[in-house]
């Protein structure tokens, strides 16, 4: 009987550790509607024989739009990138993930401009904007991308 009061006890203990207020992981702030920028011309960001289009923020990450799969993704330093991953990459269709890798997946890019802050470059469903601290990639097709920002780096869709 007394096995049974203390875990009695201890559940409700734990559910109310568990559920107070503070305590749950907070939802990270809406995106920053960066279709809102003005655009780039894309062809001024044209890099690999025009394959890509590229550019770069601050901080030294890399940025692209991969104009043949219609994947986007930026490597280098992400700040505040959850488990300290150096990528972020998305399918054309599909949710964004952060992963870790040896090399620079898009670093080794030659020529990739800076983006101006407050600005944005698109190609077909994919933009992706800096006001020069946070950058954000948005997939207007499946409304999925990720932000980037000393804040918290985080994906969403």
Do not use: H
């Not at 930026?74 to 599909?94: D, H, K, Q």
């Amino acid at each position: 009987m007394l096995n049974r009061t203390l875990v009695g006890v201890l559940g409700v203990a734990g559910a109310m550790v568990f559920g107070a207020p503070g305590f749950a992981a907070a939802d990270p702030p809406p995106a920053p509607n960066i279709n809102a920028f003005p655009s780039e011309r894309p062809s001024e960001y044209a890099v690999q024989d025009g394959a890509w289009y590229a550019f770069t923020v601050p901080g030294g990450v890399t940025c692209v739009l991969d104009k043949q799969s219609g994947g986007y993704g930026c490597s280098g330093p992400i700040p505040a990138a959850p488990g300290g991953a150096n990528m972020v990459t998305a399918p054309a269709t599909g949710a964004p993930g952060f992963a870790t890798s040896a090399r620079p997946l898009y670093g080794v890019v030659e020529g990739a401009k800076p983006l101006p802050p407050n600005t944005r470059l698109s190609f077909r469903t994919v933009s992706c904007g800096t006001d020069g601290v946070v950058t954000t990639c948005l997939n207007s097709a499946d409304q999925s991308g990720f932000v980037l920002s000393p804040a918290g780096s985080y994906t969403f869709g």
